[in-house]
């Protein structure tokens, strides 16, 4: 049973740190890419973040860029989204996604395979 688990959400004020994590079970982790994403009232799923099977490739959606970063630990199972000067406009659920393609990563919703239940992230003004 694949089943991935995404914690360290929570309520923030602006300009503040937030680390999420995602333990996956079930799955050969190390063969997965992996990536984050996240949904906001009355808006579509977006990619923020994904990572390459070894970590040696990552993408981020614009609006992130220099202020996310996405880590992983295959000892671990763990894949991490280090959010820093955050905003109101970061407020969303966000979602650990696990995805089987080998070479690429990709953005799309529907290239991953695997989902979490997401996590709260509440960023205050």
């Known amino acids: 049973q694949v089943q991935l688990v995404e914690s360290g959400g929570g309520l923030v004020q602006a300009g503040d740190s937030l680390r999420l994590s995602c333990a996956a079970s079930?799955?050969?982790?190390?063969?997965?890419?992996m990536g984050w994403f996240r949904q906001a009232p009355g808006k579509e799923r977006e990619f923020i973040a994904g990572?390459?099977?070894?970590?040696?490739?990552?993408s981020y959606t614009n609006s992130v860029k220099g202020r996310f970063t996405i880590s992983r630990d295959n000892a671990k199972n763990t894949v991490y989204l280090q959010m820093n000067s955050l905003k109101p406009e970061d407020t969303a659920v966000y979602y650990c996604?696990?995805?089987?393609?080998?070479?690429?990563?990709?953005?799309?919703?529907?290239?991953?395979?695997?989902w979490g239940q997401g996590t709260q992230v509440t960023v205050s003004s």
């Open positions: 996604a696990a995805d089987r393609s080998a070479v690429y990563i990709h953005s799309r919703v529907g290239d991953y395979d695997y």
């Open positions: 079930g799955l050969t982790f190390s063969s997965y890419m």
């Open positions: 990572i390459s099977w070894n970590g040696s490739r990552t």
